[in-house]
């Protein structure tokens, strides 16, 4: 039976992979497209447009830590399992 | 590397929906999660860089998009919107992409202005706005032009904050040196200069220079602007009582007004007719000591403009009480005003001695043009005697003789410069910056060095007279003789066939030789033996000038001596 930690763990990480799910498909991930040269042209709106870029970068590489954090969390859980297991008087 | 600049209003009203909505979103995810504090930090950051730099930018488009009628099917260039509003969005990297007083209420932004306005002006030594801003100082260097263009973005897209302005124009005289920083429509500069002059506020340095800097964005964009205030008696007596006005700037609005206006559309030329109406009336009883320089001066350079109609307005002859103004050689539209009241004018804008020489150059110029109008018809047609009405409406108008030395020597400069085309409403003569087209800068210098000869005459009588009647006189008769003598294809409609082809060479010498004499005192000397030489030796030439000078109005004109002499 999975103690206690892992199944904390397994919930951490199934929040932080909604948590990526839910950045990876915020409105601002897509909010480009309504932002092209047919809607604005000139200096100020390529800045903003750029800015947008990186920042949807930064959220993407946040997403994809999300998602290796909860690997990682799921790898633990089931590590902490496995030692449950050979030792079932140990469970935490 | 350029960036065409330009925007599609409906699909930016769709990007603000989704900008904002985007916000909503990203203020919707949340975690507790200290495995998640960098994702969170990420996502604040993205919402906080839509808030202050997306939203504002949207906004401000959207605020500017209030004032036009967009197409909507096309992506509206930069081209167009200059046309709309004077490149008020240069997107730019010149400019901030917020400024603090985007945020601000309309309350405290004009509690900024006044503030900026009144407390770091006053008499602290550091010179106009307008060199502040050059030097780099604190506030007028960064923060103003951000001010300004804030003002104008909130004057464009608020009817209610414009009012608000300039109704409180008195208070705020920043918002009206504002215009020289930013695009702000064109009907706030002239709402914004009505309520500065009527003002009165002639001792703030900063009124005065926000009234010169409207004065200047009006002159520059709409002449046909200057005109419709000029066309305001309050702005008009205000103008003309001005005490620390620029004179450049004053001269160039009223030249704009009342000449460049009408060299654009003809069709407002009454206009231009019913400000020098009301500025006769303005002249009668009041500015004993002449008007503000600028409007003298600015006059003056548009009399070219209307001296035609003037001439031919003053009726058949003068003692007809009435000076009519005309548009064409039609009808009179109205009474300018009575002879004396018109002759005061002048004289008012002639006690500035600027506008004297220029008001002699216009003189000079129109002998010209009317002896080359007329052509070998002066004999029989009106017109010659009109210079002579002219000529005595501007004396009648100056009160000293050397003024009228002044006058007279302009004109007969002008005259021998041949200067007629200068003449009307298409000379193009006052485009260059300084308001002094480069014939008549040439003119004005050549005037005063006359007038200065003529006025170093002491000896009275025994010499040639030079008063301005009968300098005048002889510019016209000298006129005629230059027109007769290069014109050959006339001589026998003006009945002076007979006169030899040598005695044509002697006169066009002596014509040349007065024309090229710079010494006043000589070229009198030359005109007194061209005169006895026709009179004793050419009687065809003798009996064509007896013709002319037959006309009452001339006699009169040559009888009038010096003042002390009549």
Known sequence: ????????????????????????????????????????????????VNLLRHDQSQLAAEVEGLRWQAYLFDQQAARLDQAAALHPGNTS | MSVKTGYHPQRVDALHRHAREAIADLISIRSSDPAAASAMRAVVQARRNLEDQWLPLIMAIRASNAMVTWSSSLLISFADLAKCFGQRLSFD?????????ATMSDDDLLRELYVAGHLNTDGDGNGSITERIKNGDPFWSDEFPDLATELATRVAADE??????????DQHPLAAIAIGHADFPPSFAQAALTGLVKSAQWSSAVHVEAIETVLSQILTASPSAALDLLGDSAVLAALAGATTLDT???????????????????????????????????????????????????????????????????????EDDAIRMHIDRGDSVGVLGDRDAVANLFGTVMRDPDAQVTMGIVLGAYTDRVINDLGASFVNRTGVESIARLGLLFRDGLNDEQAELLLAAAAETARREQIGDLIGFSAGAWTSGSGVGVV??????????????????????????????????????????????DHPGAHTELAVDGVSAE??????????????????????????DLDNLIALNISALDSLWRQIAGHGDMTRLKEIGRRSQS
């Open chain 2, 248 to 318: 450049t700037i004053a001269r160039d609005f009223v030249r704009a007004g009342l000449y460049d206006a009408v060299e654009a559309d003809r069709t407002l030329l009454i206009d231009g007719w019913e400000v020098l109406q009301n500025l006769t009336a303005l002249a009668d009883g009041q500015f004993d000591d002449g008007f503000h320089p600028g409007m003298a001066r600015g006059v003056a350079d548009s009399m070219f403009g209307y001296v035609q109609t003037l001439a031919y307005g003053i009726g058949a002859g003068i």
């Open chain 2, 160 to 169: 209610t904050f414009a009012i608000r302005l300039i109704d409180e124009i």
């Open chain 1, 1 to 48: 039976m999975p103690g206690y930690e892992a199944i904390e763990l397994r919930r951490r990480a199934q929040r932080l992979r909604h948590l990526a799910s839910r950045i990876d498909a915020s409105l601002v991930m897509t909010l480009e497209r309504h932002a092209g040269n047919n809607t604005w042209r000139g200096w100020r709106p390529l800045l903003s």
């Open chain 2, 93 to 101: 990297d010149r400019t901030a992409i917020a400024t603090p007083f």
């Open chain 2, 440 to 485: 008549t800068r040439s003119v004005v210098s050549q005037a005063v060095s006359s007038a200065m000869d003529l006025g170093s005459e002491v000896e009275p009588d025994d010499i040639v007279d030079t008063s301005f009647g009968s300098t005048t006189y002889r510019g016209i008769q000298l006129s005629v003789l230059r027109y007769v003598h």
């Open chain 2, 503 to 528: 005695q044509w060479a002697d006169v066009g010498r002596r014509l040349d030789a007065i024309a090229s004499e710079p010494n006043g005192a000589l070229r009198d000397g030359l005109v007194q």
